[in-house]
C-alpha cells in the first residue's frame, strides 16, 4: 500500500482529488498540507497545517510514496504579480523538491492548457517554467494533468467564470480532433485520471490533455 502527500485538497480539483485517494484502497494513508482546517475526517488522513513560508518546518512530515499538487489562485485573489508567481510556480516547486528529497518516486501536477515556459504571457508562462521546474527534479514519474476550462461545484461564487463555463460546456462537442484539447473537463474527472495514471506508470514524463484525462477515465487505450 502507498502513502501519498497532497497540496491543494481545498480547492476544487484538490478536494476531488482527495475523495478518490480516500477511497482508493492501494492507499495507507494520505497527508493534506493546507492553510487551515479541511473538516475532512477519515482514518487514512493526517492534516497538516502550513503554506509556502513554513513548509520547510513540516519537510520531516511529508514523506510518501507520490505527491499530488493541486495548487493555484486567481487574479481576482491575487492581483499582485510577485506574490502569484510564489503561489503558482515557487509554492509548488518547492512542495515536490520536498517530496522528492524525502523519496516520493512519482509527481502529479495540474498545470493547464497551453503552458509554455517560453511565453510572453504572464499565466502561460508561469505554467510552463512551473512544469519545467518540477521535471527537473528527475522524479521517476513525472504526470501533468493540462485541463483547459475545469467544471464543478465551487464553494466560492465566481459569477463571470460561472457563466463562461456555461458556453464553454454548449461549445465543447463542436471541439474535435486537434481541438479537442480545449474541451472542459470536470473536476472530478482529472482527479480520477490521476489515480488511475498512478495505477501502471510507465513514461518518465507525461502529458495529459483532454483526450488522455478521457481515455483513463474510461479504461480506454
Partial sequence: MKKAILYGA????GSNILQELLNNSDYEQIT???RKDLSVKHPKLKTLIGDFNSLIGLADEVKADEVYIALGTTRKKTPD???YYQ???????????????????SVFLVSSIGANANSSLFYPKTKGQTEQDIIALNFEH???FRPSMIQGNRTEK?????????IWKA??????????????????????????????????????????????NYGLK
Fill in 87 to 105: 503561489i503558482d510556480h515557487d509554492y509548488p516547486v518547492l512542495a515536490a523538491k520536498i517530496a522528492r528529497e524525502n523519496g516520493a518516486n
Fill in 81 to 83: 504579480d510577485t506574490t
Fill in 32 to 34: 493534506a498540507v493546507a
Fill in 158 to 166: 465566481r459569477p463571470v467564470e460561472k457563466i463562461i463555463g456555461i
Fill in 171 to 216: 461549445v465543447t462537442p463542436l471541439l474535435s480532433g486537434r481541438m479537442n484539447k480545449y474541451r472542459g473537463i470536470e473536476a472530478k474527472q482529472i482527479a480520477t485520471a490521476m489515480i488511475e495514471a498512478a495505477k501502471n506508470p510507465s513514461e518518465k514524463v507525461k502529458i495529459y490533455h483532454w483526450q488522455e484525462m478521457n481515455q483513463l
Fill in 142 to 144: 513525472t504526470h501533468i
Fill in 10 to 13: 481545498s480547492g476544487l480539483v
